[in-house]
């Protein structure tokens, strides 16, 4: 079954989401986490659920990202092994990284 979007990517009410998004989001946001400036060119959905809930197009759930990380990020949500890079502390960036899962604490 094909993934349809509520607001279509190449409809007159995404042009104005996107433009908002990559107003707010000028440089990429997964490079800035690695302390390089590259300016976001794609709207990428953070939570990648296209399903039938309204808030898939919410400002919140949108963010701006260069060429790169977002062919990246969407590779690693179609299942593709991929390499996202560390933060300036070390820290990978993929939130399913084991090193980002929650820590149990006694």
Known sequence: MKKRRKLPLNGAAWAVVREEVLLRDPVCVMCLK?????????VDHIDNNVGDYTDVNELVNLQGLCDSCHSLKTAA????HVALGCDLNGQPIDPAHAW?????TS
């Open 34 to 42: 690695r302390g390089v400036f590259v300016p976001s060119t794609q």
């Open 77 to 80: 949500e179609m299942g593709k």
């Open 100 to 104: 980002n899962a929650q820590k149990i």
